[in-house]
């Protein structure tokens, strides 16, 4: 069984590990979206899934 100091710290450092994915997600995010914006730019066509899967259940 834990400590209070040791689930104190177990606490803290879950914070900050769930900070730090979060905050590597939202940068995986941005980047991801400034890429489509560039390939927009561009003239390169983008079709979003739920367009694709729309069109194939139309087949």
Known sequence: ML??????WNT????I???DCLA???AVSQTYKRGLQELEN?????IK??????TLAKC
């Open 49 to 54: 899934t739920k367009e694709v899967l729309t």
């Open 17 to 19: 590990m769930a900070s």
């Open 3 to 8: 400590g209070t100091k040791e689930a104190t």
């Open 24 to 26: 590597n997600i939202n």
């Open 12 to 15: 803290k450092a879950t914070k």
């Open 42 to 46: 561009i003239g390169v066509n983008l």
